[in-house]
């Protein structure tokens, strides 16, 4: 079963306007983290931002910010004031608790390519 | 502090041959893994190595693909004999402990298109 759920392959937003990107996830462990990464054109994958299961508040660095919905299993990446350089694919992925064989590894979803029109 | 690096970057090889990609961690990182994406679709874990052994290889496709991480340091990811729907975009990441709250770095990825 799929463990992450990234349901727009694509996704446009005006520059300087906010935009959310959705990503569902799928887990029995208590303890997990969420991670979303950014894949510009250029290949490299970016680490933007983490959220913890056990987090209480929002996790935020500078313009992107995680909205966390832990009983809908939720956590959707907002980009605010979106630029030019935001356009890439963007990836959310999973990492459940340590101490199973599955525990250490990222789990992906399909992401989803933003484009920031001028 | 110099980033996970991997070489080469692009490979371009015709079936039936082989292909050895190197991933060097950050320094100190004992715990390395390989990803892949294949186009259109999504990442997908190949093996985790914790120093010089092997973690977990359940993500490895099948036995044409050898990992190796000699004395934990750099590892490399031997294709014998390439497919063609072994194309695609190798990730290396590593990482200073499995903890789940812990960040993975990335190497910027080896794109091999097999012919």
């Known amino acids: 079963a799929q463990k992450i759920t990234q349901t727009q392959p694509g996704m446009f937003v005006q520059e300087k306007e906010a935009v959310t990107l959705d990503c569902t996830y799928d887990t029995s462990d208590q303890s997990y983290g969420l991670f979303w990464y950014k894949q510009p054109s250029s290949g490299e994958m970016i680490f933007l931002i983490y959220q913890g299961s056990y987090d209480e508040q929002n996790a935020t660095e500078g313009r992107y910010s995680l909205n966390f919905q832990k009983a809908r299993k939720s956590a959707n990446l907002v980009i605010s004031a979106s630029q030019l350089g935001d356009s890439a694919m963007y990836f959310c992925a999973m990492r459940e608790g340590r101490g199973e064989t599955s525990g250490s590894r990222l789990t992906f979803g399909e992401g989803t390519q933003l484009t920031v029109n001028p | 502090e110099a980033g996970v690096t991997q070489f080469p970057s692009h490979s371009v090889i015709e079936k039936g041959q082989t292909v050895t990609l190197r991933c060097d961690p950050i320094?100190?990182?004992?715990?390395l893994y390989w990803y892949r994406r294949v186009m259109g679709k999504e990442i997908k874990f190949l093996l985790h190595?914790?120093?010089?052994?092997?973690?977990?290889e359940s993500g490895m496709p099948n036995n044409r693909f050898l990992a190796e991480r000699t004395g934990g340091t750099y590892s490399t990811l031997k294709v014998q004999p390439a497919e063609l729907e072994d194309s695609g975009v190798y990730f290396c990441?590593?990482?200073?402990?499995?903890?789940?709250?812990?960040?993975?770095?990335f190497g910027p990825g080896t794109r091999l298109t097999v012919l």
């Open positions: 190595f914790v120093k010089e052994s092997k973690q977990d």
């Open positions: 990441a590593s990482s200073t402990n499995e903890d789940y709250y812990n960040e993975q770095f």
């Open positions: 320094s100190g990182h004992d715990n």
